[in-house]
C-alpha cells in the first residue's frame, strides 16, 4: 500500500509539486469497446513527493522493481537516484483516497515520471507522454492505457474519441448544467476484477447489446456537455442512470443501488459509476442541491 500522509512528525523535504485526481466523467467500461470518454482534472485531492527520515516505503520499493525490470523506463528515468531517495524515506504524500476511482496510481506515476526523467519531455507530445505513463502505472493494474496519469500530468481534462484520438480540452462549465458530485459508497475496491468481469459478460449477447446501447447514450451525454446543450444533456443523462442500473448491477453495491433507483424514480438526482464501480466514488447528477450524505462537489 502506497503511504497517503503521515501522522507523525518527521524532518521533509518537498521534491515535486503537486498532481492532482482525475475523474473519468464519462466512458466507463464503454471506451474499452470503443466509446467516447471525458476526463477532467480534481483539484480537492493531489499528491506530492517527499523525502524523510522514515523507514523505506515498500509500496514505493516494489514500485521501483518494477520500474526497474524494463529498459525502456531503465533509459527514462533516473533509478539510481529514486532508488536512493526512496532508501532515504521517500514518501508520495497524499489526500486521494485509495481503491476508489480517483486515480491514486496515476498521480503518483505522474511526480515520479516528472521528478526523476532524464530529459526534458515535450508536453505537446500527447501520444509518447501517455505510453510513458501507461507503461509505469501498468504496475498497478496490470494493464494502463496512461490517460488517468496523463490528466494528472497535464491538469488538463482529455476528450477520447472513438478511434483513441486525444484532444486537450478546456475543463467543462459543468455548472452551467446542474450540480454534479461525487458520492462515497466508503468501499475500496480494485479496478482489475472488475475489467476481467466486463469482458467475461461482454461475451454474452444480451449484455452486448446494452452495453453498445450504454454507449450511444454516454457519447450523446458527452457532446452536449461539450456543445453547452443544457437541455438535451438532462434526458441522456437519466437514461444513462436507468441502463448503468440495470446492466451493471455487479458494480453497484446493493446499498448504491437501492439510493440510485430512489433518484430514478422521484427524478430528483441520476446515478452513474465513477470509473469501474464495484464500490469507490459515483457520480451523482441533480439540477440543484440535494441532501444527501458523503457527497463532494464536483468543480
Sequence with gaps: ????????????????????????????????????????????????????????????????????????????????????????????????????????????????????????????????????????????????????????????????????????IEKPALESFGVFNLYNSNIQRKTAPLVHQFLKDYSNPSFKEEVLRMIQISNKCIKCIIDGDENSFKGYIKELSQIQLKTFTKMIPKQVQKIWQKGIDDNSYYFKLCGAGGGGHFICYSENEIDLKNLKLIR
Design 1 to 168: 500500500m502506497i503511504i497517503w500522509g503521515l501522522a507523525q512528525k518527521y524532518w521533509s523535504l518537498v521534491l515535486s509539486e503537486k498532481f492532482y485526481s482525475k475523474i473519468m466523467l464519462f466512458g466507463e467500461y464503454g471506451v474499452i469497446k470503443g466509446a467516447d470518454a471525458l476526463l477532467i482534472p480534481f483539484c480537492d485531492y493531489n499528491g506530492h513527493l517527499e523525502k524523510t527520515n522514515l523507514e523505506v516505503d515498500m509500496s514505493l520499493w516494489n514500485f521501483y522493481k518494477f520500474l526497474n525490470k524494463s529498459r525502456f523506463l531503465k533509459d527514462l528515468l533516473d533509478l539510481n537516484l529514486l532508488k536512493e531517495d526512496i532508501e532515504s524515506g521517500l514518501r508520495f504524500v497524499s489526500s486521494i483516497p485509495q481503491g476508489m476511482g480517483l486515480g491514486s496510481s496515476g498521480a503518483l506515476s505522474s511526480a515520479i515520471l516528472m521528478k526523476y526523467k532524464v530529459k526534458d519531455l515535450d508536453l505537446n507530445d500527447t501520444e509518447l507522454l501517455q505510453e510513458y505513463l501507461s507503461m509505469m502505472e501498468a504496475f498497478f493494474h496490470g494493464k494502463s492505457s496512461g490517460i488517468d496519469p496523463l490528466v494528472s500530468l497535464l491538469e488538463k481534462s482529455i476528450y477520447i474519441d472513438s478511434e483513441k484520438n486525444l484532444k486537450r
